[in-house]
């Protein structure tokens, strides 16, 4: 009898691992999160979740060709074959980690966190619309809440044929979804382990420490509002702080957030699966007493910038990513500096 559990257990195991690949570091051999598996279409069809597992059934044989993207930037392509080991090694940085510039710690009333972002819409996996730039967030020094978000250069880019269909969601241009990163509570990483229905999960990653804080709803039954169903809503939120650090908002590595939702009209025999991609990584951190008011919105038909900020080496764009397989399918709208 003792023989037989122990084979069941073994076999468990075994059906377990086959279900999962894990990507890890090649460098320090530990788990890589937020690595996305692009298709050969150009389809995001797997993202690793903290402990830098996706789920194999995700991918797809007639794929053939799978490009992995990591911190922005494609780091391997592979064959539907090399799935099969289970555990995929990356070389997921050639640099270390750049601390924040910290340009001043004087006491002060505010502090200021700059940064680059990114934030893009996939259609049924494939890219909808995208936008880029750089952002300043503003937290009161004293209780670490953000007291503002503003924007100083961005680029958006759209479709340039979407028929926006009201019955036919399928058609239609989401970069309305479009947004810059809410990173509301980084300075006080407490207030994420108090918001409720969410798994909270924390491990030290390759270099950093890394939070994830997942959660789901419309699982079980479809909401119906105005001749649109909605279904299966569910949110993944990643926080990376410096390696073995109390996680202060001078701690902050990167901020990543996706949300995802299936929507349809009545009329629609299937429904589209929204996702929607934000991520922040801050370049310095300064304090001053005095909040400038001058910021501009982010305008889903025109772009603002003053400089080439994405020609930056350190700059994430992922708009180079999508560009390899999409080609001019998106446009970038004008610049109305």
Aim: aromatic fraction near 14%.
């Amino acid at each position: 009898m003792k023989k037989i559990s122990l084979l069941f257990l073994l076999f468990t195991i075994c059906i377990l691992n086959a279900q999962t690949i894990t990507f890890i570091s090649e460098k320090t051999g530990k788990p890589l999160p937020k690595v996305s598996v692009f298709g050969k279409d150009g389809s995001i069809i797997a993202f690793s979740d903290i402990a830098g597992t996706i789920e194999k059934q995700s991918l797809k044989p007639d794929q053939e060709k799978f490009q992995l993207v990591y911190d922005n930037l494609p780091v391997a392509t592979l064959s539907y074959a090399d799935f099969d080991k289970g555990i995929i090694k990356i070389n997921d940085r050639v640099q270390d980690i750049e601390a924040v510039v910290i340009k001043n710690d004087k006491p002060a009333k505010y502090v200021f966190v700059k940064g680059n972002f990114n934030t893009y819409v996939t259609l049924n996996n494939k890219l909808n619309s995208y936008a880029d730039g750089i952002v300043t967030y503003i937290f009161d020094n004293k209780t670490k809440k953000l007291k503002d978000t503003r924007i100083e250069q961005y680029r958006i880019f759209r479709l340039e044929n979407a028929e926006m269909d009201a019955k036919k969601l399928s058609s239609w241009d989401y970069g309305m979804f479009l947004k810059a990163p809410k990173i509301k509570d980084v300075g006080n990483v407490d207030e994420y382990k108090k918001m409720k229905n969410r798994i909270f999960r924390e491990v030290k990653g390759s270099g950093k420490d890394e939070i994830e804080l997942t959660g789901e709803s419309f699982q079980e039954k479809e909401m119906a509002l105005f001749g649109y169903r909605f279904y299966d809503s569910r949110r993944i939120l990643n926080i990376a702080y410096a390696s073995g650090s109390e996680k202060k908002l001078r701690d902050l590595v990167e901020y990543n957030e996706i949300s995802f939702l299936k929507m349809k009209h009545k009329s629609e025999p299937d429904y589209n699966a929204i996702g929607t991609y934000t991520n922040f990584y801050p370049v310095e951190m300064d304090f001053g007493n005095d909040t400038d008011p001058g910021k501009i919105k982010l305008d889903f038909n025109n772009s603002y910038y003053t400089s080439e900020y994405w020609k930056d080496p350190a700059f994430p764009n992922m708009q180079s990513v999508f560009s390899s397989f999409f080609k001019d399918d998106l446009k970038e709208k004008p610049n109305k500096k």
